[in-house]
């Protein structure tokens, strides 16, 4: 199962982290992937985030250490440290558990993290980002590879439904821990949950349905992806990580659909975002750039201007430093390709920025 998949995502390390909260799925995740990977020379590094909300959180991460102890997984406790918000709680307690993950991994040579989402938690996310309006993107739900900075993140068990990791719990004797919230109508995603079963009952759609229609729709979405990512090859060009450009006209003539792609990318990655823009934010800014009067805007920490009838993007230009004249003509010397080209005053901002030694 799991030998299969890092084969099918080319993901050849021998070092793998896994997150573990003491959940089902997750402990289920880390043993079953232990099991079938240690003897092919594959280590596992379970790594459990203790957030402080919750007065028991100590007790459950000391529970997961015993478990991996008694398995003999290598086990790491990382804590999020200082005040934790009022507001937004459980997005903050999301960035802070990654961020935490992630840096633990940076740290210790591990490029690939695996999480237990599996089936269940696919269905419930088709049907939050419906009552969202989310568009295909978001209606495809997680992928089974992502990426965060330099980490990758695997979903190996999107396609396994959480009863069956239960079950296998039970036929070797590991407690898992309840956490209370997920009992919570605090929470649209356990309001769903409770929905789930009515749902099938009553219409026939249970999760492996909903999954197979996102299924579907992925093929759509890639196939849209694959067409975006060929206008970019071909007419979009890349200042070394300071900006792009591209043709208005050329862009103008693309289906609504693929011009929303190819904003979004480029946006997401010169603004260094994990995630593009909102829809409607990208929405907005085709529709003003169809316009006459547009003169530049800023989105997802990324600049959009015109000039020589080209669409430029930048980084977000935040400080009110001012290129000189004469810091260009330097930077040009040791670059000597921008030297005859007329460039935009933004541009050549952001490359003089990216390249300090020319200070």
Request: glycine residues 8%.
């Amino acid at each position: 199962m799991f030998s299969e998949f890092l084969q099918k995502y080319n993901i050849g390390e021998k070092k793998l982290a896994v997150g573990v909260s003491g959940g089902a799925d997750s402990l289920a995740l880390v043993l079953m992937m232990n099991e079938e990977l240690s003897p092919l020379g594959i280590r596992i590094v379970a790594l459990t985030v203790d957030h402080g909300l919750r007065a028991e959180s100590a007790r459950e991460a000391s529970y997961v250490a015993a478990v991996m102890a008694e398995n003999g997984i290598e086990h790491h406790i990382l804590r999020w440290e200082g005040p934790k918000p009022v507001n937004g709680v459980e997005e903050a307690a999301r960035q802070a558990r990654y961020g935490l993950l992630g840096q633990y991994c940076a740290e210790n040579g591990i490029g690939t993290l695996a999480v237990a989402h599996h089936l269940q938690d696919q269905a419930e996310t088709f049907l939050m980002r419906l009552q969202r309006g989310s568009g295909l993107d978001g209606l495809c739900g997680m992928a089974p590879v992502s990426h965060r900075g330099s980490l990758r993140i695997i979903r190996p068990l999107l396609e396994t439904a959480s009863e069956f990791l239960k079950d296998y719990l039970r036929q070797k004797q590991v407690v898992w821990v309840e956490d209370p919230s997920n009992q919570s109508d605090d929470y649209l995603r356990v309001r769903v949950r409770k929905f789930m079963p009515l749902l099938s009952e009553r219409l026939g759609i249970d999760a492996a349905r909903i999954v197979s229609t996102m299924q579907t729709l992925s093929f759509s979405r890639d196939c849209l992806n694959r067409q975006a990512a060929k206008f970019v090859e071909n007419h979009v060009r890349k200042w070394n990580g300071a900006g792009f450009c591209f043709s208005r006209r050329a862009f103008e003539q693309l289906p609504t659909e693929i011009a929303f792609r190819v904003l979004g990318s480029l946006i997401k990655e010169t603004g260094g975002r994990e995630y593009a823009p909102e829809g409607r934010e990208i929405m907005r800014l085709q529709g003003l750039l169809s316009g006459e009067k547009f003169k530049g805007c800023t989105l997802g920490d990324c600049e959009i201007f015109l000039f020589r009838e080209k669409i430029w993007g930048v980084p977000e230009l935040k400080s009110k430093r001012v290129l000189t004249k004469k810091e260009w003509d330097v930077f040009c010397e040791f670059n000597a390709a921008y030297k005859k080209i007329r460039l935009p005053y933004k541009l050549r901002l952001s490359l003089y920025k990216l390249n300090p030694i020319y200070r």
